[in-house]
C-alpha cells in the first residue's frame, strides 16, 4: 500500500462514517441466562491473558476457540468508544471473555490524524501492552484531546506540508503519547520508530476499508458478533443481550 496521505485520508474517513453514526436500528431485547459452562483455561489460568494479534490487524484477547467470536470497531478519539471501554469492557472481560465462552478483538478505526497517531502507540508493544494502552488512552481521552484541541493552529496547519510519519510523531507529542507510553513500559525510541513505521500507518488504513466495504460499519463503536455486524448494538446494554442469545443458540 501506499504511503498514507494524512490529512486527506481523514477527511476521506471522516466523510464515511462517524462516532456513535445512527444505524437505524432498535435496542436488542432480553436474552435467557447464559447456560454455556465455562471453559478450563490452560495452566489453570486465565483466558484474559492470553492475547493474539489476528490476521485482519485486531487483537484477540481469549480463547480463540470460544463459541462466540466478538469484535469491537473503536476510534480513539470516539468518546462513544470510551463510554463502552468504562461501562462495558470489564463486565464483557470477567462474566465472559476470562470463563472462555467469549473472545474479544478490538479493531481500530481510525476517524482522524489524531486517531492514527494514538492507534500506532496503542498498537506499539504489540500483544504485552496493547489492551492495557488501549484503555489507559480511553480512560485519559479527555485529557489528551483536550491537549490537541488546544494546540496552536499555526503548528497545526503547518502540519500539512510535512511527511506522514513526521506528523504523527508531532500529533503524538501534542498529545502528550510519548511520556504517557513511557510511563507504561515502552521507551520513547520504540513509540518514535512505531510512529514513524510505514506499514503499521497502512494496516489501520486497510482495517478501515475493511470495516466498511465487508461489514458496512456505519459508525463507531461498532460490533461483529462470529463475522456479523450487531446492527442493534450501541453499548453494553444492547451488546450483552446479542452476546447471550449467540451463546445459547
Not at 75 to 92: I, N
Not at 133 to 159: C, I, N, S
Not at 223 to 235: C, G, P, R, T
Amino acid at each position: 500500500m501506499k504511503p498514507l496521505p494524512l490529512l486527506v485520508t481523514a477527511a476521506a474517513i471522516l466523510a464515511a462514517t462517524a462516532c456513535n453514526a445512527d444505524n437505524g436500528s432498535t435496542a436488542a431485547g432480553a436474552a435467557s441466562p447464559v447456560a454455556a459452562a465455562p471453559v478450563a483455561a490452560p495452566n489453570t489460568g486465565d483466558w484474559s491473558a492470553i492475547v493474539s494479534q489476528t490476521p485482519a490487524g485486531g487483537f484477540m484477547m481469549g480463547n480463540p476457540n470460544a463459541k462466540v467470536k466478538l469484535v469491537e470497531y473503536g476510534s480513539m478519539t470516539c468518546p462513544h468508544c470510551a463510554s463502552f471501554d468504562k461501562t462495558g469492557v470489564k463486565p464483557l472481560i470477567d462474566n465472559y471473555v476470562k470463563k472462555g465462552l467469549v473472545a474479544f478483538e478490538f479493531r481500530n478505526f481510525v476517524r482522524d490524524p489524531y486517531d492514527l497517531a494514538a492507534s500506532l502507540i496503542a498498537r506499539c508493544g504489540g500483544t504485552a501492552s496493547f489492551f492495557g494502552l488501549t484503555r489507559a488512552l480511553y480512560a485519559d481521552q479527555a485529557g489528551w484531546m483536550a491537549k490537541l484541541q488546544a494546540a496552536d493552529p499555526a503548528a497545526m496547519q503547518a502540519l500539512q506540508s510535512q511527511p506522514p510519519q513526521q506528523q504523527f510523531k508531532a500529533i503524538a507529542d501534542m498529545a502528550g503519547f510519548p511520556s504517557f507510553a513511557a510511563m507504561r513500559g515502552l521507551p520513547r525510541a520504540k513509540t518514535d520508530a512505531c510512529l514513524a513505521d510505514p506499514p503499521g500507518a497502512s494496516k489501520l488504513v486497510e482495517m478501515n476499508s475493511d470495516a466498511v466495504d465487508t461489514y458496512k460499519v456505519p459508525g463507531t463503536p461498532a460490533f461483529l458478533i462470529n463475522d456479523e455486524l450487531v446492527k442493534n448494538a450501541s453499548d453494553w446494554a444492547t451488546l450483552e443481550p446479542a452476546i447471550k442469545l449467540a451463546l445459547n443458540s
